[in-house]
């Protein structure tokens, strides 16, 4: 239809205007068509919106759709800065463009811009990329301080972080009986820790890793002194007490008892005395000393004091007597022992020994 207008299906798409001319001179009528152009566009991926991190050997292969008819032309940056093209490969297509890095290292972290040029237009995109590795080895790290079972540590952070903020630190421990490591913290995020715990008695070891996204350092350092857990000295608290006085004065828990006895047959006196400290014994017959005298016999056995009277006579009987004494007082008891001729025996309730003449 002369003068009809072609609308365009696509956002910032020109109209193509058709229009038709009469025919002259029995010539066919011509058509002048105008086609339509597309401003141009970037086509983001949502993935690329924020910042891309890739590890250290991975490879890089970033496509990024675009529009604009006729085809426009598209260029890249880095900082602001041509590509290194020994580094960094690009292809441009009719709607897409691809940045390619075969192994990506550090250096290639950066911003990165695309720019699609039509006509005088011009759109942009911009990908941050960053590229990381495993952080390096915390320094200097040393054990401060050991009481009861726990040892102290302090350390220094790595002097390279992987290019990526470190997720914490690993702590390990490892006792010199056995040598195997064992971690005791994870994702700890302060240059020091106390580990807690430990057996009495063994030495210990200790290392810590640094970590980030990309993982572990590959090497740790290890503690130069070692923990040794000592043995608590045991203290004994023996409670005071009252040293008891067990001094006193000689008494007599059993007297002498009074006896007769027969010519010629042996007899003994008996009685018990308590005293401390120990007593000295002596006898008496008729209050006149008898030690000495062969005739008698004197025994003293943890208190038992005996008297043994040897073949009595008629002379023998009278008063016995016997005293003890020593520093803190003196005791005594007394007994009558009447002597009979033989044939006659007449006990008054004491205990006696006879024994037959030979």
Known sequence: MPGSLAHGSELGAVPTLSTTLPSTGGSPPCSLSFHHSEHPKICLPRALRQTYIRKVGDTVNLLIPFQGKPKPRATWTHNGCVLDASRVSVRNGERDSILFIREAQRADSGRYQLSVQLRGLEATATIDIL???????????????????????????????????????????????????????????????????????????????????????????????????????????????????????????????DCTTVTGYDTQLFCCVRASPKPKIVWLKNKMDIQGDPKYRALNHLGICSLEIRKPGPFDAGIYTCKAVNPLGEASVDCRVDVKGKGRIRALGCSHLLSPKV
Not at 164 to 191: C, I, N, P
């Open 131 to 257: 590229v990381i590795e495993r952080p390096g080895p915390p320094q200097s790290i040393k054990v401060v301080d050991v009481w009861g079972s726990n040892a102290t540590l302090e350390w220094t952070p790595p002097r390279d972080t992987g290019n990526a903020a470190l997720l914490g630190y690993m702590v390990q421990k490892a006792d010199t009986k056995s040598g195997l490591w064992f971690t005791v913290r994870e994702r700890h995020h302060r240059t020091s820790c106390t580990v807690s715990d430990l057996i009495v008695g063994n030495s210990y070891a200790f290392r810590v890793f640094a970590e980030n996204q990309c993982g572990l350092s590959e090497t740790a350092p290890i503690t130069a002194s070692l923990a040794h857990i000592q043995k608590a000295a045991t203290v004994y608290k023996t409670k005071g007490f009252a040293q008891r006085d067990f001094s006193e004065a000689p008494k007599f828990t059993q007297p002498l008892a």
